[in-house]
């Protein structure tokens, strides 16, 4: 399902190279798999994922998803690939002028959905995150756990092959970070590739396989 085939990432400063987010990486994330991606912050997770998604490119080797080389996408392809995949950032990112419904419909909306059948898809959803109940309910109504269990939802609605989770957890307690994990686990369950950085222990401790990565490195899981 993903593959990153001697991966490298290096970022300009004006004329001058910078130093490498992502340096020799080769790795194969298979369909279904529920991989969590550990390391430090500013190890190179953050870069991995938007390499998945196609926002960064590398500036050497393959990123392979779902059979098609992401680098040789022409700009107009990236949106088809998007399609299959569901990204949920640190920050939830909902807009704050509309109700957690009409946040979760977005994606589907933006692709071409009617919305009596995204209405219902984004209801199937939150009740698969534990907030059906708070549809109606606008985002700051909501607890930080909750805000972030809606970014699941949303990012699920279009019913995904891949769902990509950057550090979901991150500034949340420990019930409310459950909740998210245990949303994504049931995702999971039924068949979706899974892939969830990291930087907390206790993320880690029920983890079946573990990719880490040091300064831009793999370090171990790779395999």
């Keep these: 399902m993903i593959a990153f085939q001697s991966v ?3 970022y300009t400063h004006g004329d001058a190279q910078g130093s490498y987010a992502l340096h020799d990486v080769t ?3 298979g369909k279904g798999e529920l991989v969590y991606l550990a390391g430090p912050s500013g190890a190179g997770k953050s870069t991995l994922m938007k390499m998945v998604a196609g926002v960064e490119r590398p500036t050497s080797g393959k990123v392979i998803v779902s059979g098609h080389d992401v680098g040789r996408i ?3 392809g990236i949106p088809f690939l998007r399609r299959n995949i569901g990204i949920i950032f640190q920050q939830q990112r909902l807009l704050n002028d509309r109700n957690i419904l009409a ?3 977005l994606p589907m909306l933006v692709t071409g959905a009617r919305t009596a059948e995204a209405e219902q898809r984004a ?4 009740d ?3 907030l059906l ?3 109606r309910a606008m985002p700051l109504e909501l607890s930080g756990g909750e805000q972030q269990r809606v970014a699941v939802a949303r990012a699920i609605v279009n019913r995904p092959q891949i769902i990509l989770a950057d550090e979901p957890t991150a500034n949340l307690d420990r019930v409310a970070a459950d909740k998210v994990l245990d949303a994504l686990r049931s995702f999971h369950a039924v068949g979706v590739t899974c892939v969830i950085s990291t930087h907390d222990d206790y993320v880690l401790e029920r983890a079946e396989r573990v990719i880490r990565l040091e300064n831009g490195q793999l370090v171990g899981g790779a395999a």
């Design 8 to 10: 490298s990432k290096q």
């Design 27 to 29: 790795l194969a994330i």
């Design 74 to 76: 022409k700009p107009a």
């Design 103 to 105: 946040n979760t419909m």
């Design 123 to 126: 209801r199937a959803a939150l």
């Design 128 to 130: 698969k995150v534990g």
């Design 133 to 135: 109940d708070r549809a």
